[in-house]
């Protein structure tokens, strides 16, 4: 059974970081690439940014190009999020996802998921 878990949610002021982890096991984790998106109530799961195999590839929705970064370490089947500089509106519940193929940005291409770590942002 593949499991996914996420952390370091939290509540930070415009401007301040936080990293968010997902470990994710039952799953040959380095075969699959990565993905990271986010939520808020009343709204469709956007895309946040995707990670190759290796690693050597991110892709990132235009609306944090520049101020997060996707990472991964395949010794610990681990995924991250760093997020700086942040803003009000990445108010959200985070989810990271096993993904088929790379790069995809549509929630339908991921098959597994975190149960979600919210991250609040105020002005």
């Known amino acids: 059974q593949v499991q996914l878990v996420e952390s370091g949610r939290g509540l930070v002021q415009a401007g301040g970081s936080l990293r968010l982890s997902c470990v994710v096991s039952?799953?040959?984790?380095?075969?699959?690439?990565m993905g990271w998106f986010r939520q808020v109530p009343g709204k469709e799961r956007e895309f946040v940014s995707t990670i190759n195999r290796s690693g050597s590839s991110t892709y990132y929705a235009d609306s944090v190009k520049g101020r997060f970064t996707i990472s991964r370490e395949n010794a610990k089947n681990t995924v991250y999020l760093r997020m700086n500089n942040l803003k009000p509106e990445d108010t959200a519940v985070y989810y990271c996802a096993v993904g088929s193929a790379y790069p995809n940005v549509g929630a339908s291409q991921y098959d597994y998921w975190g149960q979600g770590t919210q991250v609040t942002v105020s002005s």
């Open positions: 039952g799953r040959t984790f380095w075969t699959y690439p």
